[in-house]
């Protein structure tokens, strides 16, 4: 009982009970996008990816255990063995790419992880050959985020097929590990940015092995891939900020406004330009067919323009071409049709095998080279290609010891130096001076660095 004083003065309205309110935990780590606003934002695989390292859990695994009974079953559901052929599509324009972002916001109440993938061009991009099959990675990125201590991750816009090369390092992106010669997946059960899924080896690189393949590019294929690579680039880092939507009638108004610009009307007059066939320019034209990522690259290349002038709106008075002719897909149409040459490229195949070329070419190279995709050589030969791949591999596993012994050694001279200046030669201070620091992740280094290490310390200084 309250004294009879405090109990007449006591007004129930003055202290209203509330509950006190606690942000909303997530289920799985709230893990900061990457590269968002930038050419590079990260994929969505990429991402759960770094979600399942940060749980200790294979992909595979927290897939099984958290997003199963948030993603529909019609697609495979969250099962990765079910949709191991098909993990491309995680960060494509469809249902399974919608749904894994629905299920991932949930659980890790991140928004915007949409721009992770490429459902907000879904009105305005055919899915068809959109994205590549296979994992495809810049070996300069991994290493240069590597070595200076950033995350590692992996950006939406090595997943686009029609991006061939980095922007930054204007290398090639590579698609076949250097260690087992296995391509991977875009998602595997044991998925990790700057790692092989297959055998779990380093993917990065700052040596100029894998560029040697580069060098089969012409000067036309150069130009056009930078082009690409910029292009679509900077159409994902706007991504999140253009307040648009985008509807499949603009292509098809944009285009009619170049015709019309330009040729006079004349839509047979603007295929030719294009060097592309008419009937097919004449249905984006009348809005009867989507035109492909690569087909819309190559109108905007030939009138450098932005990509998402085609998509949202062109000026006009800035129409012209720029580039009349151009080789590069005249090459690149015919092709697509080639018939397979089966004699040239056995006998190619058996001479890279008995060469004394050096390095000696991956598969990748060789496929290039020849210019007929991997997957289809392997078809018609796969004992050669293995043969091929081996050869390659031994190269590269030679002269990564050879790497190794070369560091070793400096790591021993640096040590010397530090102590005769009486410094600890902690690991931090030998990485500072090493040419290549990036090496000390592996353990035959660490190894020597101690054993050097404890000789050195156990003399005195002169
Ligand atoms: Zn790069
Ligand atoms: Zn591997």
Same mark, same amino acid.
């Given at each position: 009982?309250?004294?009879?004083?405090?109990?007449?003065?006591?007004? #129930?309205?003055?202290?209203?009970?509330? /509950?006190?309110?606690?942000?909303?935990?997530?289920?799985?780590?709230?893990?900061?996008?990457?590269?968002?606003?930038? =050419?590079?934002?990260?994929?969505?695989?990429?991402?759960?990816?770094?979600? #399942?390292?940060?749980?200790?859990?294979?992909?595979?695994?927290?897939?099984?255990?958290?997003?199963?009974?948030?993603?529909?079953?019609?697609?495979?559901?969250?099962?990765?063995?079910?949709?191991?052929?098909?993990?491309?599509?995680?960060? @494509?324009?469809?249902? %399974?790419?919608?749904?894994?972002?629905?299920?991932?916001?949930?659980?890790?109440?991140?928004?915007?992880?949409?721009?992770?993938?490429?459902?907000?061009?879904?009105?305005?991009?055919?899915?068809?050959?959109?994205?590549?099959?296979? /994992?495809?990675?810049?070996?300069?990125?991994?290493?240069?985020?590597?070595?200076?201590?950033?995350?590692?991750?992996?950006?939406?816009?090595?997943?686009?097929?029609?991006?061939?090369?980095?922007? &930054?390092?204007?290398?090639?992106?590579?698609? $076949?590990?250097?260690?087992?010669?296995?391509?991977?997946?875009?998602?595997?059960?044991?998925?990790?940015?700057? &790692?092989?899924?297959?055998?779990?080896?380093?993917?990065? *690189?700052?040596?100029?092995?894998? /560029?040697?393949?580069?060098?089969?590019? *012409?000067?036309?294929?150069?130009?056009?891939?930078?082009?690409?690579?910029?292009?679509?680039?900077?159409?994902?880092?706007?991504?999140?900020?253009?307040?648009?939507? =985008?509807?499949?009638?603009?292509?098809?108004?944009?285009?009619?406004?170049?015709?019309?610009?330009?040729?006079?009307?004349?839509?047979?007059?603007?295929?030719?330009?294009?060097? %592309?066939?008419?009937?097919?320019?004449?249905?984006?034209?009348?809005?009867?067919?989507?035109?492909?990522?690569?087909?819309?690259?190559?109108?905007?290349?030939?009138?450098?323009?932005?990509?998402? *002038?085609?998509?949202?709106?062109?000026?006009?008075?800035?129409?012209?071409? +720029?580039?009349?002719?151009?080789?590069?897909?005249?090459? *690149?149409?015919?092709?697509?049709?080639?018939?397979?040459?089966?004699?040239?490229?056995?006998?190619?195949?058996?001479?890279?095998?008995? +060469?004394?070329?050096?390095?000696?070419?991956? %598969?990748?190279?060789?496929?290039?080279?020849?210019?007929?995709?991997?997957?289809?050589?392997?078809?018609?030969?796969?004992?050669?290609?293995?043969?091929?791949?081996?050869?390659?591999?031994?190269?590269?596993? $030679? +002269?990564?010891?050879?790497?190794? $012994?070369?560091?070793?050694? $400096?790591?021993?001279?640096?040590?010397?130096?530090?102590?005769?200046? @009486?410094? &600890?030669? +902690?690991?931090?201070?030998?990485?500072? &001076?090493?040419?290549?620091?990036?090496?000390?992740?592996? /353990?035959?280094?660490?190894?020597?660095?101690?054993?050097?290490?404890?000789?050195?310390?156990?003399?005195?200084?002169?």
């Amino acid at each position: 009982m309250f004294p009879l004083s405090l109990k007449n003065n006591f007004n #129930s309205q003055d202290y209203t009970l509330e /509950r006190t309110s606690f942000p909303h935990r997530s289920c799985l780590n709230h893990l900061e996008i990457q590269g968002i606003q930038t =050419f590079y934002i990260e994929s969505l695989t990429g991402y759960l990816s770094r979600l #399942s390292q940060s749980h200790n859990l294979p992909v595979g695994i927290l897939m099984e255990r958290e997003l199963a009974s948030l993603v529909g079953k019609q697609h495979g559901g969250a099962n990765l063995h079910k949709i191991s052929k098909f993990t491309d599509a995680l960060n @494509g324009t469809g249902v %399974m790419a919608s749904e894994l972002t629905d299920a991932l916001q949930q659980l890790t109440l991140k928004s915007n992880l949409k721009f992770l993938t490429l459902v907000p061009l879904a009105e305005v991009l055919p899915h068809n050959g959109l994205l590549r099959p296979d /994992r495809a990675w810049c070996p300069a990125c991994y290493e240069a985020w590597q070595e200076q201590g950033q995350i590692i991750f992996d950006p939406l816009l090595w997943t686009l097929d029609c991006v061939k090369m980095c922007p &930054y390092h204007q290398c090639q992106l590579v698609l $076949e590990c250097p260690h087992c010669c296995q391509a991977n997946a875009p998602l595997a059960w044991r998925s990790r940015p700057g &790692y092989c899924s297959r055998c779990d080896g380093w993917l990065g *690189s700052s040596t100029t092995l894998e /560029r040697e393949s580069d060098q089969a590019w *012409s000067k036309d294929n150069w130009d056009w891939f930078t082009w690409t690579a910029n292009a679509v680039g900077e159409l994902l880092a706007e991504l999140p900020q253009l307040v648009v939507s =985008f509807s499949r009638d603009n292509i098809s108004r944009n285009l009619r406004v170049i015709v019309d610009h330009l040729c006079e009307g004349n839509i047979a007059d603007f295929a030719r330009h294009l060097q %592309m066939p008419k009937n097919t320019v004449w249905l984006w034209c009348k809005g009867r067919n989507l035109p492909k990522l690569n087909a819309l690259l190559r109108i905007c290349y030939c009138l450098q323009l932005p990509l998402k *002038s085609l998509l949202v709106g062109l000026d006009e008075g800035k129409l012209s071409w +720029s580039i009349q002719r151009d080789n590069q897909f005249q090459k *690149s149409s015919r092709n697509e049709s080639k018939p397979f040459e089966s004699d040239r490229v056995r006998s190619y195949l058996e001479s890279i095998v008995s +060469s004394e070329e050096l390095p000696p070419p991956s %598969m990748e190279e060789v496929a290039r080279r020849l210019e007929y995709d991997r997957r289809t050589i392997y078809r018609h030969f796969r004992d050669l290609c293995q043969a091929v791949s081996l050869k390659y591999k031994r190269y590269r596993q $030679e +002269s990564h010891l050879d790497i190794v $012994e070369q560091v070793c050694l $400096e790591i021993e001279e640096i040590v010397n130096q530090l102590h005769t200046d @009486g410094e &600890y030669p +902690s690991e931090m201070r030998v990485s500072e &001076y090493l040419s290549k620091p990036g090496y000390l992740r592996y /353990r035959k280094v660490r190894n020597r660095l101690e054993a050097i290490r404890n000789e050195v310390l156990s003399q005195p200084i002169d």
